[in-house]
């Protein structure tokens, strides 16, 4: 009896361990299987605010005699009328680009052959919108020594930071390349000529010209790990020719060999044809513009009364290549009469769309201007034409 007893109590201790067990098997079970708590699978980092910085590039600046009698108020200069209409597009812009083809200075002022510029310009300028002048071209030594101190000096005191000639040795290492840094990259830009007309450049100014060992040797100075784009600015190509040279195209890939993100042109006083070279990824890698014709000038034949102005996009997110968006806007030069004195406007396309309709003879050279220049860059892939600004 005593035996059956213990061989009784065993079972039940087993019996209940076993359901102890089951018990807890169950509710881990269930937990597992609770709706209210869905598994969810684990999310991937959030990807950095994509940054995007625009930079945008202006032509052939000229002064002839009668835009400086245009500008002239008694004993000053006023160019406020000539940029009105581009300035709010330059201040969308984080920085704006210009060729300056004059020397600037005190007296006497004198359009071609041998250009002297009020010093009004540059304050200008600036109030305008523009950072940047380029300074290398074939007048860069019109007035000598005098005239190459002056311009960089009146530049100085403008706030315009500037490259291409320079006053001497000092203000070469420190100019050449020109760093500018836009929200936190770092930006090169360098800037040379075919020539100075025959002028020999002046004992200690250094003019900047077009020699690619000289070339190579400034761009071997840039720190890529520091730097972030390199833009080169040419004054090259001949006058009027709508397309590109067999010099220009081969510099500018040479250029693009050796690490140029972006080869910029002036000169031929008319637009030429931009490309945009693609990589194996499909986005653009680099930029040419062979000529983007003239910015303001007194010359109002075909082709040569307006220009085009440049802008980049450059957009970077992440570990990712920078990514290049280019776009034009043309730019015409609208010369009435105001007050029995010829005035000079310059135009973006847009303007020029609606301010021309009452002045029938300004809108057929207009007409006929677009009309060409969107031919010409009819082909220009990676390229989109801006056509209104936002405010």
Not at 102 to 107: C, Q, R, S, V, Y
Not at 182 to 197: D, H, P, W
Request: aromatic share 10%; hydrophobic share 35%; net charge neutral.
């Amino acid at each position: 009896m005593q035996n059956r007893q213990t061989t009784c109590r065993f079972p039940a201790v087993y019996t209940t361990v076993t359901m102890l067990l089951a018990t807890i098997m169950a509710a881990i079970i269930g937990c597992g299987r609770n709706r209210s708590v869905p598994y969810t699978e684990p999310s991937a980092p959030s990807p950095k605010v994509a940054q995007q910085i625009s930079i945008v590039f202006g032509g052939d600046l000229m002064q002839h005699a009668p835009q400086i009698l245009a500008a002239q108020r008694d004993s000053t200069y006023d160019y406020t009328d000539c940029f009105r209409y581009l300035k709010p597009f330059f201040d969308q812009a984080d920085l704006v680009i210009l060729n300056l083809e004059t020397p600037l200075t005190t007296g006497p002022h004198k359009g071609y052959p041998l250009f002297s510029a009020p010093t009004q310009l540059a304050s200008a300028l600036r109030d305008s919108g523009a950072d940047i002048i380029m300074t290398a071209n074939n007048h860069a030594c019109d007035k000598g020594q005098a005239g190459i101190l002056s311009t960089l000096r009146t530049l100085n005191e403008a706030g315009l930071r500037h490259t291409g000639t320079f006053a001497d040795s000092g203000s070469y290492i420190r100019n050449n390349p020109l760093y500018v840094e836009i929200k936190g990259r770092r930006f090169a830009f360098l800037n040379y000529t075919y020539g100075t007309n025959g002028l020999p450049v002046p004992r200690g100014a250094i003019v900047n010209r077009i020699d690619t060992a000289r070339i190579a040797a400034d761009l071997e100075r840039i720190d890529r790990n520091e730097t972030q784009y390199i833009i080169v600015y040419f004054h090259w190509g001949e006058e009027y020719a709508r397309y590109p040279s067999r010099t220009q195209i081969e510099l500018a890939d040479w250029c693009h060999r050796h690490g140029v993100d972006f080869v910029i042109g002036s000169h031929p006083h008319v637009l030429q044809p931009v490309s945009a070279r693609f990589g194996p990824d499909s986005t653009i890698r680099h930029i040419t513009v062979y000529s983007l014709g003239n910015l303001v000038s007194n010359q109002r034949w075909r082709y040569s009364d307006g220009g085009a102005i440049v802008r980049i996009h450059i957009t970077e997110q992440d570990s990712l290549p920078a990514r290049y968006d280019p776009e034009y806007l043309l730019t015409w030069v609208h010369t009435p009469y105001v007050n029995g004195r010829k005035q000079y406007y310059i135009l973006p396309s847009y303007v020029a769309d609606t301010m021309l309709a009452s002045d029938p003879t300004a809108q057929f050279a207009y007409e006929r201007f677009k009309s060409d220049s969107r031919q010409l860059l009819a082909d220009s892939a990676g390229f989109s034409e801006i056509k209104s600004i936002i405010p």
